[in-house]
């Protein structure tokens, strides 16, 4: 009894003779509650203490990368940036030591899209169908982002139904720019059509895009561009109107939202000067900018949180890990460090992805 009560907060001094015993059994439920679901009140209670939550994992991770051996072996001559390992062992193993209950999975960058459409679709199917065994081996642990051609309008549809209606993905997952088009281009409309339909998500991911690799000498292409390409998917979406047009999609952007919250002036500028800008911006940019979603991998240290939280609600916050080019244990880390009120950390780390995938709520 003397452990049961150490472990509900009580001093280790008492034990069930010392307390009355409406009292007790009071904490003892308490204990029992809390052990069956983390709460944000038991977070908070054992961060004030000084402790840690030894409770089941909790996080939902919405940015963990799969690499698929065959899918590897095909683009390595695209492929930019560090080889790193991965297997899906790996990913459960980095889950479990920094408290994730669940990964939704994408593709890594560059994508399935390299020129072909047929080689495009052949790779999508393949992605995604690797994708959907992994998380039936790991059910209660792995989603699925949904990987799509997506400059092959009609290979996407068709993906569009394979991924969501056969394969049961969470939503899609989809590169900041295909070639030297980015998402609000109007080629893409029969796809945003269908995704606004069905009210899906779309999780997006950067990369170094045609227009801008080696510019800058001794500097990895990816330092700069993979957060400058964001932030141009995020005003292509915005200022071409396509966001305003398809509201029923949840944009989900990757790294806090890249340079974007640092060039919020600029974007507000744009707007006092665009033309047409009653009918692409019929709420205003900072609507648009406030409703969409951005996952902190490589944005949890101070000044990109502090950036991003000055105009982003914290429910449109969502923790990430850029597992496997980051461990887990950096997002975990830098997000505790910032100090935000328990009840909103427990809301990046897991309630805000409860509303936007609310089939996890089922694991």
């Not at 030297?180 to 945003?192: H, I, Q, R």
């Not at 902190?296 to 000044?303: F, L, P, R």
């Not at 461990?327 to 309630?351: C, H, N, T, Y």
Request: proline content about 6%.
């Amino acid at each position: 009894m003397v452990r049961v009560i150490e472990e509900a907060g009580v001093a280790a001094a008492h034990c069930a003779c010392c307390v009355p015993r409406r009292d007790f059994l009071g904490r003892l439920a308490a204990l029992g509650a809390a052990a069956m679901l983390p709460s944000a009140e038991a977070f908070a209670q054992k961060r004030k203490a000084g402790g840690t939550t030894r409770t089941r994992p909790h996080r939902i991770d919405v940015h963990h990368h799969i690499l698929p051996p065959a899918y590897m072996g095909e683009i390595a001559s695209r492929r930019l940036g560090a080889t790193v390992q991965w297997s899906p062992a790996r990913s459960i193993e980095d889950m479990d030591k920094s408290g994730i209950a669940t990964s939704i999975v994408s593709l890594v960058q560059p994508g399935v899209w390299l020129g072909d459409a047929a080689q495009a679709r052949r790779l999508a199917r393949e992605a995604n169908d690797y994708g959907a065994s992994q998380v039936k081996d790991f059910p209660t642990r792995l989603g699925l982002f949904a990987t799509l051609p997506l400059p092959d309008p009609e290979g996407s549809l068709k993906e569009i139904a394979h991924g969501l209606d056969v394969l049961k993905a969470d939503g899609v997952g989809l590169m900041t720019s295909y070639g030297n088009k980015w998402l609000g281009d109007a080629a893409f409309a029969p796809v945003w059509e269908e995704l606004n339909r069905r009210k899906a998500v779309v999780y997006t991911h950067p990369l170094a895009p045609d227009c801008c690799r080696n510019l800058v000498q001794y500097v990895s292409t990816g330092t700069i561009e993979f957060a400058t390409d964001t932030t141009r998917a995020i005003a292509s979406l915005v200022f071409s109107g396509t966001a305003a047009r398809y509201p029923d999609i949840q944009w989900v952007f990757s790294h806090g939202g890249g340079t974007m919250p640092f060039l919020l002036s600029r974007f507000t500028r744009e707007e006092a000067t665009m033309k047409e800008r009653e009918q692409r911006l019929p709420h205003g940019v900072l609507h648009e900018l406030k409703r969409f979603y951005y996952d902190i991998a490589q944005a949890n240290h101070a000044g990109a949180l502090a950036a991003m939280v000055r105009f982003i609600p914290v429910s449109q916050i969502l923790f990430g890990t850029d597992f496997p080019f980051r461990p887990g244990a950096e997002a975990v880390e830098g997000l505790a460090a910032f100090r935000f009120k328990p009840r909103d950390q427990w809301a990046i780390e897991r309630d805000n992805a409860l509303r936007l995938l609310p089939r996890l709520k089922m694991l």
